[in-house]
């Protein structure tokens, strides 16, 4: 791969930012990475793993003659970070991100940003379960999809430069529409981190079942609920807080269909449970075809990426 930007700044250095610093140099994307966090810990650990060419205090000197600005923060704290950064901008520079939630971002960037940068907002569907700089690996986007969402009016061109380096660093890349991000996203990654936060909750005050039995005996089902409530619980709050609307829709749909198997179950109607579960078996087969796991029987969890 050929060079995409010259300098890129990361705002933030946790999971995200570490894998896309690592991945970036791996592939030649950047003539240089800048990064800075808020936390003089995390800049620390930054530096002595060598993530990025230079590591400065503040964001507004991280961003200073960057081509590439990602936000790389909680949803939460993007807007304030934006204001931070809007009068330090280059002419022409593109700003990114990498939240879970589209349209509160937009919402809460878009208006600090002056008139002579490019926003172009993103969010690549990967992740583990770990948070922080050391927790970065240079693979993590590969064969995983980022989706670009550019703000209203964006010309082509930024929206073209993103795209390449995402796809340097081995992302599948698609667009879309704020609000339609934000459904889809809640169907496929809030409500079931909703749902295991919830189930390991109810383990955890069900005094019935002790803590020993519960780590003890965790079967795959709730070990892997409790691998994704181990998620970072800032991250998390403000993606609840920032897509309200659509989380509240999938939950309503989701109480729905568990009213349906609650009256089966209690009424002994087997096929209407058969019918259910093998339809939706169909959809894990969908996802392994779509090359987004694998069939095997640790989940296609093993080594770095568990």
């Known amino acids: 791969m050929s060079q995409v930007y010259e300098r890129v700044a990361l705002i933030g250095l946790g999971l995200i930012a570490g894998s896309m610093a690592l991945a970036m140099r791996r592939a030649g994307l950047a003539g240089e990475i800048v990064g ?27 961003v200073k003659g960057a081509d590439l600005v990602v936000l790389c923060v909680p949803v939460g704290a993007m807007g304030a970070v934006a204001a931070e950064i809007a009068p330090h901008l280059a002419p022409g520079c593109t700003v990114s991100d990498v939240g879970s939630v589209k349209k509160a971002v937009i919402d809460a960037v878009g208006p600090h940003l002056p008139e002579h940068v490019h926003f172009v907002p993103a969010h690549p569907l990967a992740g583990t379960e770990h948070s922080g700089p050391r927790s970065g690996f240079a693979e993590l986007f590969e064969n995983r999809w980022c989706l670009i969402v550019p703000a209203e009016g964006t010309p082509e061109a930024p929206v073209a430069r993103l795209r390449a380096l995402w796809e340097g660093m081995g992302a599948l890349v698609d667009t879309m529409e704020a609000e339609h991000h934000d459904l889809v996203l809640a169907v496929t990654s809030h409500t079931p981190h909703l749902i295991a936060y ?109």
């Open 198 to 306: 919830t189930m390991v909750g109810v383990a955890d005050d069900l005094r019935r079942v002790t803590d020993s039995e519960v780590i003890k005996y965790s079967a795959a089902g709730f070990r892997d609920f409790t691998r994704i409530a181990a998620s970072d619980p800032t991250m998390w709050r403000d993606v609840f807080l920032n897509n309200k609307e659509a989380t509240l829709e999938i939950l309503g749909r989701f109480t729905e269909e568990l009213f349906a198997l609650q009256r089966a179950i209690r009424k002994g109607d087997g096929a209407h449970l058969f019918d259910y579960f093998t339809r939706t078996r169909a959809i894990r087969r969908g996802i392994i075809q779509a090359g987004q796991d694998t069939d095997a029987p640790d989940f296609g969890r093993s080594g770095k990426k568990t």
């Open 36 to 62: 800075t966090a808020r936390s003089a810990e995390t800049r620390a650990i930054a530096g002595e793993l060598g993530l990025c060419d230079r590591i400065t205090e503040t964001s507004a000197e991280a």
